[in-house]
């Protein structure tokens, strides 16, 4: 996939430098030339520019971009301009980050749905999400090796484990489903909650909207989560 990140801060240049070792096209974009100095051969490119300047992005590869974020974070202002401007500009995908609640809300104002937390959010977090299907959640337990919950892809909906072979075919392993229930309040009512579901068995079906927790290598899990 391809990239542009605006702003590389500690959460933008880890998200873009992340991106990046895991295949992508990445464009970092950033104000202060030392930023862009430190990261010219981490990424794909990097670019120094006041991203403010709309006449200056226009000039960004954005027809061939698919996602673009805005992770400005020290300047809400300049945040709030950038993140306008690309979306005047149509882009494929836009994602900016939000550094407070009233943040938040302009930048919904202004018709921006996907808005990254990095206050509750890791950037290991963000490039998993990005580049994963279906991805909910993840815990990087190191360089190599993840724990993601993922939403069950359509294929194997109505499929058992055994069936699915997890560990056999796609090299992963399955830890756990998360599953909506029906749960009886104290009133009598009935609402509905996410349950972990324990440890399946080879018979375990998988059922619609479950969310299968697996663990395995970064490059077997990003397989199995893309596969068509």
């Keep these: 996939m391809k990239f542009i990140i605006i702003g590389l801060g500690n959460f933008g240049g ?4 992340k991106l990046t070792q895991q295949g992508n096209e990445v464009i970092g974009v950033d104000n202060k030339s030392e930023r862009v100095s430190s990261l010219k051969d981490k990424l794909s490119h990097t670019i ?3 991203a403010t300047d709309q006449s200056a992005i226009e000039h960004l590869p954005l027809r061939n971009t698919d996602i673009v974020m805005v992770c400005i974070g020290e ?7 950038v993140t306008a401007h690309f979306k005047n500009l149509g882009v494929k995908r836009l994602i900016s980050r939000a550094i407070n609640p ?12 996907e808005i990254v937390r990095p206050e509750e959010e890791s950037a290991e977090r963000w490039s ?36 699915i072979k997890f560990r056999e075919l796609h090299n992963v392993v399955i830890l756990t489903i998360i599953r909506d229930v029906n749960e009886s309040t104290f009133l009598g009512k009935t609402k509905i909650v996410s349950s972990v579901q324990g440890i399946p ?13 697996i663990y395995g290598a970064n490059e077997d899990l990003q397989k199995f989560a893309n596969q068509d």
């Design 128 to 163: 998993k999400k990005l580049c994963l299907k279906g991805v909910i959640d993840s815990f990087e337990l190191n360089k190599n090796y993840s724990i993601v919950e993922i939403v069950v892809p359509e294929q194997y909906i109505g499929k058992s484990i055994e069936t």
């Design 48 to 50: 120094c520019m006041n």
């Design 201 to 213: 068995s080879p018979s375990t079906v998988l059922f619609p909207n479950d969310i299968i927790v």
């Design 14 to 17: 880890s998200l873009a430098e």
């Design 102 to 113: 009233l943040h938040e809300s302009v930048l919904k104002a202004i018709g921006v749905n």
């Design 75 to 81: 300047d809400e202002g300049a945040n709030i301009m």
